[in-house]
């Protein structure tokens, strides 16, 4: 009696067993003030519209605040009609938030890096990984970031800080890696404490220990010495801030 009485005790605690191990994330020891967003875009066509799509953060420059997401997130999601880098006549509004703080939002204006010419179907959507915003109205407690100007050396300690996109609530998760080595645009990173499925994470920055900001995340990047495929965010060097 008492050994059924066990099976059928053990029966009951094991789904809550798995589901808490589970749900418990390895994310690193390191943390950051709060620095990322998620994008809310809501289209003209509404069947495309995204209520809680990749991430995103501010940047500072000089006395001015920018909003920086993932270009190639328009590869994803783009309604019927995009060609190229433009969205007008296609996003009624575009906005970012904290997850864990949804009624916070920043809301966007002007595209800086508007192209008529760039494809978004083109190979170069993934070099210069950005998108580049005005901001209209910020209500969040979000810091905005800036750019580290010196080199990266091998082997030191670098950040993803955001949420993937299985993640509904609460603080943003740090990740751990080491520089490995550029590739052009692309930083190579090898893998310290990072998360099951990397989805939802593009566009969040890549945080140096001071959390000066040096690269965007995008795409996985093969080394052609290796042949061993890496974890890639693009590096944000390059990224110039037009004049207003």
Not at 13 to 20: E, K, N, R, W
Not at 30 to 54: G, H, M, W
Not at 138 to 155: D, F
Request: charged share 25%; with cysteine.
């Amino acid at each position: 009696m008492r050994s059924r009485f066990n099976l059928a005790l053990l029966a009951i605690l094991l789904p809550f067993t798995i589901t808490s191990c589970s749900g418990q994330e390895k994310t690193s020891a390191k943390s950051f003030p709060k620095i990322t967003l998620l994008n809310r875009i809501v289209f003209e066509q509404k069947e495309f519209d995204q209520a809680k799509f990749a991430c995103a953060f501010l940047l500072k420059q000089g006395q001015d605040t920018f909003a920086v997401t993932a270009k190639h997130l328009m590869k994803i999601i783009k309604p019927d009609g995009i060609k190229v880098r433009s969205f007008d006549g296609f996003v009624k509004q575009w906005s970012l938030f904290p997850l864990d703080n949804p009624n916070q939002t920043v809301q966007l204006g002007k595209l800086l890096n508007e192209s008529k010419s760039e494809k978004l179907e083109d190979k170069s959507t993934y070099d210069n990984d950005w998108l580049l915003f005005t901001i209209k109205n910020n209500t969040t407690t979000i810091k905005p970031l800036t750019i580290r100007t010196t080199a990266l050396i091998p082997n030191e300690k670098l950040y993803v800080v955001g949420w993937t996109r299985k993640m509904e609530g609460g603080a943003q998760r740090v990740y751990e890696f080491e520089y490995y080595k550029t590739i052009g645009n692309r930083i190579l990173l090898k893998e310290v404490i990072v998360p099951e499925q990397f989805g939802g994470l593009s566009g969040a920055p890549l945080l140096d220990e001071q959390g000066l900001v040096v690269g965007i995340v995008s795409n996985g990047t093969q080394d052609p010495e290796t042949g061993k495929k890496y974890f890639s965010p693009c590096s944000i060097q390059s990224l110039v801030v037009p004049k207003l």
